[in-house]
């Protein structure tokens, strides 16, 4: 029975997200703080312009991880990602990690079948179905394959719904509800696999929360939203 709620509940949230890019005609601002362990480390911020049909979504990121006050890991980052109507059409970014450099550079072919992309993971084609795995979409809970949006490389996933929740940020109350995003293949080494707990607003159509285990626990929280 609960299998059956569970498929009758992504069936409906799938279909509910295929006028997608809609969802996002109020908003041109999503902010989020991340913290580790508690303590704030940095911000990904999301910012949405639009002209006709085409909607721009620009990304920054940066964040450092300090151990007796000297760094051991920092990113600084930034993204844009175009889509056309709800088809995304190219998606470039440029990443300092540690002093070493990744970027992404994607297009849709000219015959709106694939996309070609340029990554330093990965170089080739994929599907035009694939996504950008932003927090700010929420087609990232419907998907089964992501691209990395820092090298490019394509990531096969398993999306789980837990179920409705309460959670509490910045002292206000939010009824979300709870998914797991999981690596299809979970013998990959951990450092590249997925492994993140997520909280959904539908109400809103915004991602609230991310958290994760890496190098300590880690949480992306929704700060602002305009």
């Given at each position: 029975m609960n299998k059956i709620i569970?498929?009758?509940?992504?069936?409906?949230?799938?279909?509910?997200?295929?006028?997608?890019?809609?969802?996002y005609n109020?908003?041109?601002?999503?902010e989020m703080e991340i913290f580790r362990n508690g303590e704030l480390i940095?911000?990904?911020?999301?910012?949405?312009?639009?002209?006709?049909?085409?909607?721009?979504?620009?990304?920054?990121?940066?964040?450092?991880?300090?151990?007796?006050?000297?760094?051991?890991?920092?990113?600084?980052?930034?993204?844009?990602?175009k889509y056309l109507?709800?088809?995304l059409i190219s998606y470039k970014s440029k990443?300092?990690?540690?002093?070493?450099?990744?970027?992404?550079?994607?297009?849709?072919?000219?015959?709106?079948?694939?996309?070609?992309?340029?990554?330093?993971s990965y170089n080739g084609k994929t599907s035009k179905?694939?996504?950008?795995?932003?927090?700010?979409?929420?087609?990232?809970?419907?998907?089964?394959?992501?691209?990395?949006?820092?090298?490019?490389?394509?990531?096969?996933?398993?999306v789980t719904f837990i179920g409705k929740d309460k959670i509490n940020l910045y002292g206000k109350d939010f009824d979300v509800d709870h998914f797991t995003l999981k690596s299809k293949d979970m013998s990959l080494p951990k450092d590249k696999r997925l492994n993140f707990n997520i909280w959904y607003d539908q109400k809103k159509s915004v991602i609230l929360k991310v958290s994760y285990s890496r190098m300590g626990n880690w949480e992306y929280r929704l700060k602002n939203l305009e």
């Open positions: 569970v498929i009758l509940y992504l069936f409906l949230f799938s279909s509910s997200s295929l006028a997608h890019m809609a969802h109020k908003y041109n601002k999503i940095g911000y990904n911020h999301y910012f949405l312009s639009r002209k006709g049909d085409e909607t721009t979504v620009t990304n920054q990121i940066k964040f450092s991880v300090k151990i007796l006050g000297a760094i051991i890991f920092k990113v600084e980052g930034y993204g844009e990602e109507k709800d088809q990443t300092i990690q540690n002093d070493k450099e990744k970027f992404v550079n994607l297009k849709l072919e000219s015959n709106n079948n694939e996309f070609t992309i340029q990554g330093s179905n694939n996504i950008i795995g932003n927090w700010w979409n929420h087609k990232i809970l419907t998907a089964e394959h992501q691209i990395s949006p820092i090298s490019g490389s394509i990531k096969d996933q398993i």
